[in-house]
């Protein structure tokens, strides 16, 4: 099996020749190959990675942001037949070292997905910043509710995909992928598994981009997931709410009609009745045509993936 290592830097030239040499100088170096993908990195990342030894590294141009990146690295690993790929992030928080571990269930073929969980075992759970550590769980807790899921840690972008779990993804979040990725390869029945690893909580160099910016980050982040939900279940998100406001409609109209008659407004009652009523038609029959593209992206998504899958053989 090809093993693909890919590494998305953003201005990373502290810590990625680290991973790189660390990679180089292990048992599986011989198997797998290097992807560097840069997005638009302003110090000596690119000069760091091939001066290290990575075998290839792709570039923006400018900062496309991390879910962009991450994509394009798909895309490149996927083009190199790569039959494993791993995430690993640059900042040096995760152990290059546990890469076998994190394949073994791949290459068993019991799982299309492995990501790493710091909160899956009390012993691996790191020393990180509250703030992110309840971000995390927020996170995880809806993400864990639209999938109908039990999973720790949706957040760690320290993962493996099997090429087949490659080929399905068509992400479109520029800002990040952890949420999307985990939200549409579940509604896609791939099978997730986490495995417990021990990472660093904090970054020994540098600074996040992440905590520096943690409202854009968590709205960002909601946003992705809305629009995951929307598309895979677009009779929920409209017809749901669509429904109540229909109902609540019908209530308040039936209720005020029969017993308050506020003289002189009576115009007012059945006014606001029928506005209830109609918006909530109106999100109803949204949810419907939102029903019929739902069926027409499946089929896209259907002729995509045989177009990926025989342009990659």
């Not at 680290?18 to 000596?44: H, M, P, T, W």
């Not at 030894?53 to 400018?62: L, P």
């Not at 598994?193 to 020994?204: D, F, S």
């Not at 279940?233 to 005020?256: A, D, E, N, R, Y």
């Amino acid at each position: 099996m090809k093993l693909v290592i890919m590494i998305p830097a953003y201005n990373e030239e502290r810590s990625i020749g680290l991973i790189i040499e660390k990679i180089k100088n292990s048992s599986f170096s011989a198997e797998s190959q290097i992807l560097v993908i840069d997005d638009g990195s302003q110090d000596s990342t690119v000069k760091v990675s091939r001066e290290s030894g990575a075998d290839f590294i792709v570039s923006n141009g400018n900062n496309r942001g991390l879910g962009f990146t991450f994509q394009r690295g798909i895309d490149e690993a996927l083009r190199m037949d790569a039959d494993i790929i791993v995430n690993i992030d640059a900042d040096g928080q995760f152990d290059p070292l546990d890469i076998p571990k994190l394949i073994e269930p791949i290459k068993s073929s019991n799982a299309d997905m492995v990501t790493c969980s710091r909160f899956l075992d009390r012993d691996t759970i790191p020393n990180m910043p509250l703030l992110k550590k309840m971000g995390n769980r927020i996170f995880t807790f809806l993400v864990n509710r639209l999938v109908r899921g039990k999973y720790t840690d949706t957040q760690c972008g320290f993962r493996a995909y099997s090429r087949d779990a490659a080929l399905r993804m068509n992400l479109i979040g520029e800002f990040t992928y952890t949420q999307e990725v985990f939200l549409e390869l579940a509604e896609k029945k791939m099978r997730i598994m986490e495995i417990p690893l021990k990472v660093a909580g904090t970054r020994e160099f540098g600074k996040s981009k992440m905590l520096r910016s943690i409202p854009s980050y968590s709205l960002n982040s909601l946003f992705i997931m809305m629009r995951v939900f929307r598309d895979y279940h677009p009779l929920k998100f409209f017809g749901f709410p669509g429904l109540s406001v229909m109902l609540v409609g019908i209530v308040f109209g039936f209720f005020l009609t029969t017993h308050y008659k506020p003289y002189p407004f009576e115009w007012i009652t059945p006014f606001w009745s029928l506005l209830f009523i109609l918006g909530g038609s109106l999100l109803v029959i949204l949810a419907l045509i939102a029903d019929m593209n739902k069926r027409q992206r499946i089929l896209q998504e259907k002729i995509w993936y045989e177009l990926r899958l025989n342009n990659n053989e």
